[in-house]
């Protein structure tokens, strides 16, 4: 595997599990009804929802999908003005989808409050995977950096917000 992807594939692993890590977020993406947070719920919250409600790639979700709340993480890389293979402009792509029948909740607005919550997590944050060999091994320490939030149309069930983070090396 090259280098590069490598490292994509890395940094997607690792924002998904931090994701994923917050518990708020995961009552958010797992349960449906109007109090995700504080509702008393008889299923109990799975530690992971990797795969089942957050997917570190594209996910197709059409009219047919269930009232759910889905997550998807991806990046986008981008070659222009380079004169080689070079990556520039690498961006981490974050998707929040939810059915309309699930967007309103006790607290607001479902996909408002997930947005709070990831940007809490990623935005200015270092994203790295082997700090004790940063020093002799020159590996760089990249941070996210939101420089972009908007909606996104996805279909007339669904409803959408998506972030784009820039990734920027910090000297060390």
Known sequence: MSEYFEGLNRDILYIANKINSNENIRKLLFYNDVDPINGNHSTPLPNNLLKQKIFPSVKTVDVETEISTLLMIYPISDTTGTSNDNYTNDEIVVDIVTHIDS????????????????????????????????????????????????????????????????KTALDI
């Open 103 to 166: 967007s309103l909740i006790n607290e607001g607005v479902r996909l408002l409050l997930l947005a709070s919550y990831i940007d809490d997590e990623l935005n200015n944050k270092r994203i790295t995977h082997n700090v004790d060999n940063i020093a002799t091994s020159g590996t760089c320490i990249d941070e996210l950096k939101r420089f972009r939030f908007h909606s996104i149309g996805v279909n007339e069930k669904f409803e959408g917000y998506r972030f784009r983070f820039k």
